[in-house]
């Protein structure tokens, strides 16, 4: 019997602790579920005879190498900064390591070593980063093999909330790591737009009038993601003119979330006392108060707009305007407001959630111009088994399962880009109701 390792119970983790124990009998694994919190293992694993539940503290060293040095295969959902303990412990015993988080700086100083000791790395084989790799170079191979000249390059996806459960200011619901939502985009974005490289500031990311439309949703905003020429020379378009990868919102988030950047609430550099503070003055810190005037007139006044503006009613459906004390003693801005939007933003019990991933590619075959679009949209059943979880715990089970039967040859530190991960794994998520369809114009 094989024995497969997975860091992490969290939301992410519903989806592929349900795929690895349905498939245990079958496949004769085990699977042991390590995490801080024995309650949240036992809530993902139930009685499975096939599952044994391991409540660690990941920093303690002996108890997470003796876990490592006993099974066959280690998953890891920890949070990202973590994974680079997993990394280390699964070179040092020789263990084939998955997870759906980016290659870090860390990691990459491993990869010789990684290499040479004949094992796979494999990361990004989650959502984004992960489908969107294995369906963009499927495509990308496909227009290739054919004759076709790529000269440009779009990808987005988004985790949204689903049209029937979308009922707040905000056009969002929180269904994966709530820090990563606050910090997202903190550090800017970079694309390559008609031959040039562009570069966007944090402050202004959030511009909400940039929009693409999707079948069946209508429009939706986008902001880039991180820094997209990261990806140009995995996916062999070192020549496209234009390549640029991003993240998808409706259109009301991405006007609110600006303007909190803009009122440094997103900060996450230096802490504050905030026992005796209330959210308003939180929320102000950075304005000089007219006393004459109401808290909603002095945010109006700072921000340039409207009194009536619907930003103010997602400000104030957060809280952010009312006299409260805060009371979470000494914080960075962005760990209150984490905070508070896990408290006004988390999904009910009911709700569902949507995962929305759309490639765009411009080429040229036989003297045509064409553009290719290929899309997918994958819903939550409930606010446990979300459409994020689906997408970012399927593929991580489907690759284990490719690994554990010997149909993977790949050694090193890789991504999802290849034929021989992106089929089968394409090819078995559609049976969760994971497709893309295309169209051309």
């Known amino acids: 019997m094989k024995n497969i390792l997975l860091f992490g119970a969290g939301k992410s983790a519903t989806?592929?602790?349900?795929?690895?124990?349905?498939?245990?009998?079958?496949?004769?694994?085990?699977?042991?579920?390590?995490?801080?919190?024995?309650?949240?293992?036992?809530?993902?694993?139930?009685?499975?005879?096939?599952?044994?539940?391991?409540?660690?503290?990941?920093?303690?060293?002996?108890?997470?190498?003796?876990?490592?040095?006993?099974?066959?295969?280690?998953?890891?959902l920890l949070p990202a900064q973590l994974h680079i303990l997993v990394a280390k412990d699964c070179l040092q015993f020789s263990k084939n390591l998955l997870t759906a988080s980016y290659i870090d700086p860390e990691v990459k100083k491993l990869e010789k070593e990684i290499e040479d000791a004949g094992l796979l790395f494999m990361y990004e084989m989650g959502l984004d980063p992960g489908i969107d790799h294995m369906s963009a170079m499927k495509l990308i191979h496909s227009i290739e093999k054919k004759?076709?000249?790529?000269?440009?390059?779009?990808?987005?996806?988004?985790?949204?909330v689903s049209p029937e459960s979308n009922d707040n200011p905000w056009q969002y619901k929180i269904s994966w790591n709530a820090r990563n939502i606050v910090l997202a985009g903190n550090s800017g974005a970079t694309y390559r737009e008609k031959g040039k490289t562009k570069e966007v500031s944090y402050q202004h990311l959030f511009d909400q009038s940039k929009t693409i439309h999707i079948p069946s949703l209508g429009k939706l905003a986008y902001y880039p993601n991180r820094d997209s020429l990261n990806y140009i020379s995995a996916y062999k378009l070192e020549e496209v003119p234009t390549f640029m990868r991003a993240t998808l919102r409706y259109p009301d988030f991405c006007e609110g979330w600006g303007t909190l950047v803009k009122l440094g609430l997103t900060d996450d550099t230096k802490k504050i006392q905030t026992d005796n503070m209330t959210f308003y003055e939180w929320t102000s810190q950075h304005i000089d108060q007219d006393t004459s005037i109401s808290h909603e007139e002095n945010i109006a006044n700072y921000l340039g707009i409207s009194a009536k503006s619907k930003i103010l009613r997602q400000l104030k459906f957060l809280g952010l305007l009312n006299s409260e004390t805060i009371h979470l003693g000494e914080?960075?801005?962005?760990?209150?407001?984490?905070?508070?939007?896990?408290?006004?933003l988390g999904m009910e019990v009911t709700d569902k959630d949507m995962i929305v991933m759309t490639h765009e590619i411009e080429f040229e075959r036989r003297g045509m111009s064409t553009r290719l679009h290929s899309y997918m949209i994958a819903q939550g059943e409930d606010n446990i088994r979300t459409a994020m979880a689906k997408t970012v715990g399927l593929?991580?089970?489907?690759?284990?399962?490719?690994?554990?039967?010997?149909?993977?040859?790949?050694?090193?530190l890789h991504i999802p880009i290849t034929p021989d991960i992106y089929n089968p794994v394409l090819k078995e998520l559609e049976e969760f109701n994971i497709r893309f369809e295309e169209s051309f114009e």
């Not at 000249?149 to 996806?157: D, E, L, V």
């Open 15 to 76: 989806s592929l602790i349900d795929y690895l124990v349905s498939n245990a009998p079958r496949q004769k694994w085990h699977i042991t579920v390590a995490d801080h919190d024995l309650a949240l293992i036992k809530s993902k694993t139930g009685k499975s005879y096939y599952v044994t539940p391991a409540a660690i503290d990941i920093r303690d060293e002996a108890s997470r190498q003796k876990l490592i040095q006993e099974t066959d295969l280690v998953i890891s």
């Open 147 to 160: 004759g076709g000249q790529i000269s440009a390059f779009r990808s987005y996806c988004g985790g949204l």
């Open 331 to 344: 914080q960075t801005n962005a760990s209150v407001l984490q905070h508070i939007v896990e408290s006004k």
């Open 395 to 412: 593929p991580l089970g489907i690759m284990a399962k490719l690994i554990l039967q010997d149909k993977v040859t790949l050694k090193g």
